[in-house]
């Protein structure tokens, strides 16, 4: 059965640092989406991208935050600089279209130190 | 904002009995979604239902959702211990379907 794939799944980096979180959606879908869960809080959403740009983002999303689709298959989360409180799961999501099932990837654990 | 909340925050049962989530929203929505998260691990999808959808079933689990009341319910049926887990409503709508979750039921099943 396809499945979103990610990786890392654990990434610890210094405060600082830029990381790149990186998704492999199921083949056949067209949407897709970041989200992070800070440990004991509700899952966030950060972004949605859709045609190959943004389609909606969250306040989280701000400045630090990019997303990309290098290739057909690749969908990534770059954070420039990060911060302490960037640390999180992160999950990404994707769907066959618009109001249908989203299904997430094991998520990346991010710890910035 | 639309806002999914569970409620009980946790649930403790027995093997073979059946629990019961409940989870409100705030706005209109264009489905809701049931999802299971094992300690630590990625979102399970379970179940989609839409608006304008009442009840749906898949295999021992049935949802049901009221729009006039902006509430749904997760009923699993002859609960076994591996379905001790977290279970997250998340609400859909809006132009571009993210998802808003709730904080989530932790559901434990006892041998």
């Known amino acids: 059965e396809p499945e979103v794939t990610q990786t890392p799944s654990h990434q610890v980096t210094q405060m600082g640092q830029e990381v790149i979180l990186r998704c492999v959606p199921i083949?056949?879908?067209?949407?897709f989406y970041w989200y992070r869960q800070i440990l004991g809080q509700k899952v966030e959403f950060l972004v949605s991208?859709?045609?190959?740009?943004?389609?909606?983002k969250s306040e989280i999303f701000d400045d630090q935050f990019s997303v990309e689709r290098p290739d057909g298959s690749n969908f990534t989360l770059k954070i420039r600089s990060t911060k302490l409180e960037d640390s999180a799961m992160y999950f990404c999501a994707s769907s066959a279209a618009e109001g249908h099932e989203q299904y997430f990837g094991p998520g990346t654990r991010l710890t910035v130190t | 904002s639309q806002q999914g909340e569970e409620d009980p925050q946790a649930l403790s049962i027995q093997e073979g009995e059946n629990a019961t989530m409940n989870c409100s929203y705030k706005t209109s929505i264009n489905n809701l979604q049931w999802y299971r998260q094992n300690s630590g691990r990625g979102l399970v999808h379970l179940i989609l239902?839409?608006?304008?959808?009442r009840e749906k079933h898949s295999g021992r689990l049935r949802v049901t959702l009221d729009t006039s009341k902006k509430s749904s319910s997760l009923l699993i049926t002859a609960s076994r211990a591996a379905d001790t887990a977290s279970y997250f409503c998340a609400a859909s709508g809006g132009s571009n379907y993210k998802l808003t979750f709730g904080k989530g039921t932790l559901l434990t099943v006892n041998p």
């Open positions: 991208f859709y045609n190959n740009e943004i389609s909606e």
């Open positions: 239902i839409r608006s304008n959808e």
């Open positions: 083949s056949n879908h067209l949407y």
